[in-house]
């Protein structure tokens, strides 16, 4: 196997086939772009978007940012959003970068590894149902994906130019997702102590200092210090020591959040069985090559893995992106491997080609399931915006309630949203404090019956949306919505 600390690369080839994967790269990564400006544009921003974008959306009032979230999403998306808060304007943003991300993250394995088995692997990533849906949206778990990738690759290859990039992935997992850098460095950081490559141990801590150092003076800021801060996002985010693979497997095909009493069904048998053959398929790549670099992909891809399965209580399918994106590396060098087996040949390049096919397929199916019944949840909450609009609600102004984090956003409202208590008997503090102020406070309902007893004696209006559901609106009796 290659050295842990430098890349034995492979023997030179040719200009015009070293070119060749290069194109094919390029070339899934611009299909991938261009299936999300076709497809998943017209999607309205979701529960934890709204959060991030608002953060730095021009004349958007920031919604609460809660202890577990980091800053790295708000960085992300800043360039556009600082300038409009157009949801169509961010979608088109994110989907070039995402494409960009994808093809930059699998590049340094083409140095690595100059065979047709990285756009592959790029290939198979880009297809999940997952990885499309979340292409372009403003969530962390994809970039860490790509900081994954592209770290990985880079720690195997020598220069100075190397190392930058390995630190400013680092950098970029540690500002979205700390946690996940931790687990991520933790088999390059064992592996670059062992052979005593400073320099690259040395460049991961400065990564890990950048996004963890950020999170950490927020906290002394904004949530009572680094432990109360650490307290609150378990609390919310349910961790502690379990074994979540049972949720894992009721969500490989939605929806898109196992909590909150979502409840996402029993495992699928053709997500199962995709789920089961990756890390054999991952285990086989590297045993066929005997390649270092590939183990260290499959490790990594582990570690993410083990983060979610035994540290976090629930399940969402986009936890997983981080490893099925390193994974997919080995995968694609067995196949790749098993294509070209001379005993396997024909049968076994049809075989593959066959599965290959099925794997399209299943997700593509559950993709459109994914993205329509989105599409039609999130184009409530600009029914709902229209609706308020038309009736007279500006800033200043509060939305609580059912979706109100969205329509918040989407009104420029400030807003707080709530998934099942709405309160007692008392006006929640946020709620007072807006009226207060002299701000236009409407709290929203997805359901029939009162949800709070502060409400009784406020006006309630009707909403009626376009898909035959009814919503509510209720006000305070000065300044009502009729």
């Given amino acids: 196997m290659t050295d842990l600390a430098v890349a034995t690369l492979d023997p030179p080839r040719p200009a015009r086939e070293s070119r060749r994967w290069h194109v094919v790269l390029g070339l899934v990564a611009l299909g991938y772009t261009g299936f999300q400006l076709l497809v998943t544009l017209r999607i309205g921003l979701g529960w934890d978007e709204s959060v991030y974008v608002s953060q730095v959306a021009r004349g958007v009032p920031p919604a609460d940012f809660s202890a577990p979230r ?20 961010i979608r088109v943003y994110l989907s070039v970068l995402s494409g960009a991300g994808l093809f930059l993250a699998y590049l340094p394995w083409l140095r690595l590894r100059n065979t047709f088995a990285v756009p592959l692997a790029a290939g198979l990533f880009a297809t999940l149902w997952t990885t499309l849906f979340y292409a372009n949206e403003a969530m962390p778990n994809l970039y860490v994906a790509y900081g994954g990738v592209a770290a990985t690759g880079l720690y195997f290859l020598a220069g100075r130019a190397a190392l930058a990039g390995l630190g400013g ?12 850098a931790l687990w991520l460095a933790a088999p390059l950081a064992v592996a670059a102590l062992l052979r005593r490559a400073w320099s690259r141990a040395a460049v991961l801590a400065t990564g890990l200092a950048i996004g963890w150092g950020a999170w950490i003076v927020e906290a002394y800021v904004a949530y009572g210090g680094p432990l109360a801060r650490l307290s609150a996002a378990g609390s919310i985010n349910q961790t502690g020591l ?15 959040l196992c909590r909150f009493g979502t409840i996402c069904g029993s495992p699928q048998p053709a997500h199962v069985i995709w789920f089961a053959a990756l890390p054999v398929l991952a285990a086989a790549g590297v045993w066929a090559t005997r390649r270092t670099d590939l183990l260290m992909a499959l490790l990594c891809g582990l570690c993410l893995a083990a983060g979610y399965l035994f540290t976090v209580g629930y399940a969402a399918p986009r936890f997983l992106l981080p490893a099925y994106a390193l994974l997919a590396l080995p995968a694609a060098a067995a196949l790749a491997r098993l294509a070209t087996w001379r005993v396997a040949r024909p049968l076994g390049a049809v075989a ?3 599965a290959l096919v099925a794997f399209v397929v299943v997700q593509a199916g559950t993709f459109r399931l994914r993205a329509e019944a989105t599409a039609s949840s999130r184009a409530k909450d600009e029914a709902v915006t229209s609706w308020l609009t038309a009736r007279g609600l500006r800033m200043p102004c509060l939305v609580y309630g059912h979706h109100a984090v969205e329509i918040g956003y989407l009104i420029r409202c400030a807003s707080r949203g709530v998934m099942t208590n709405y309160g007692g008997d008392k006006v929640p503090l946020v ?17 029939k019956s009162m949800p709070a007893r502060y409400l009784i004696g406020w006006n309630k209006s009707r909403i009626r949306l376009p898909d035959g559901h009814t919503w509510y609106a209720y006000q305070p009796a ?4 009729k």
């Fill in 70 to 89: 980091a800053r790295g999403v708000p960085l992300i998306v800043a360039p556009v959003a600082y300038f409009t808060a157009s949801v169509t304007a």
């Fill in 169 to 180: 992935a680092f950098a970029l997992i540690s500002l979205v997702r700390p946690t996940d």
């Fill in 242 to 256: 379990t074994f979540s693979l049972l949720p894992h497997l009721e969500a490989l095909d939605g929806p898109l």
């Fill in 352 to 354: 593959i080609a066959a």
């Fill in 431 to 447: 709620i007072e404090k807006a009226l207060r102020a002299g701000a236009r406070v409407v709290v929203l309902v997805n359901r």
């Fill in 478 to 481: 000065t300044g009502t919505i």
